[in-house]
């Protein structure tokens, strides 16, 4: 079964500075997806970013960008020139591509703080 | 709007009693997913459909039930046998999650639900 980890609780940025959010992933599986989500004080999930597997190229969207390490099973969140808005539960998630089960396997999240 | 409703948005039950969380979707998906997220944990996926009359148990599906008669509509019922439903409930939708598309879930607002 894959399992997804992210080993910081808690994490804090100083507004318009960067941070990284870690995750890592156990899976015997070649083909997947990866995902980002933000879930802010209003508890709506939302998709910051996706990777699939077999792209090696890291995947960004405006000011958020992954690193993605297949070999390492590693898939880190970098955000850049941190804002207020930024601050939330972030959430990393592995999907199986292909199969018949679409469902998502979360970690534990990571909660970020933004310092004005 | 296509979007995902959930509701109510808080629900108070006392103990022993059945209660039913409603889904609906407008988006004209045809996967539908329940996940249970509690303090300090990722989401856990309680039951999933990929198509009408047809539904699947996930990883924690004690204590629950589900009905998929409608394409739009996937309700979520917390029985007495769950032995701690004080939780906070995510509906989900995507497109069917076969083949090689990513599939993004688009998720609802949630429900609130406390024991007494």
């Known amino acids: 079964a894959q399992t997804v980890t992210q080993s910081q609780p808690e994490m804090s940025v100083q507004e318009a500075e960067t941070v990284t959010l870690s995750c890592t992933y156990d899976?015997?599986?070649?083909?997947?997806?990866l995902f980002w989500y933000k879930q802010p004080p209003s508890r709506q999930m939302i998709l910051v970013i996706r990777?699939?597997?077999?792209?090696?190229q890291n995947a960004t969207e405006n000011r958020f960008s992954v690193n993605f390490q297949k070999a390492a099973k590693s898939f880190s969140l970098k955000i850049s020139d941190s804002q207020l808005g930024d601050a939330a539960m972030y959430f990393c998630a592995y999907r199986s591509q292909g199969g018949s089960q679409g469902n998502l396997i979360f970690g534990k999240g990571t909660k970020l703080s933004v310092k004005p | 709007d296509g979007g995902i409703t959930q509701s109510p948005k808080y629900l108070f039950r006392k103990e022993g009693q059945n209660v039913t969380l409603s889904c609906e979707q407008n988006?004209?998906?045809?996967?539908m997913y329940w996940y249970r997220q509690d303090p300090g944990q990722g989401l856990r996926l309680i039951y999933y459909s990929q198509i009408v009359n047809d539904f699947q148990k996930g990883d924690i599906a004690e204590g629950y039930s589900v009905s998929r008669e409608k394409k739009e509509s996937f309700p979520l019922t917390v029985t007495s046998a769950q032995k701690n439903p004080t939780a906070f409930y995510l509906c989900?939708?995507?497109?069917?999650?076969?083949?090689?598309?990513?599939?993004?879930?688009?998720f609802g607002p949630g429900t609130r639900l406390t024991v007494l």
């Open positions: 899976t015997s599986e070649s083909d997947y997806y």
């Open positions: 988006l004209n998906h045809d996967a």
């Open positions: 989900a939708s995507s497109t069917e999650p076969t083949g090689t598309d990513y599939n993004e879930q688009f």
């Open positions: 990777q699939e597997a077999y792209k090696q």
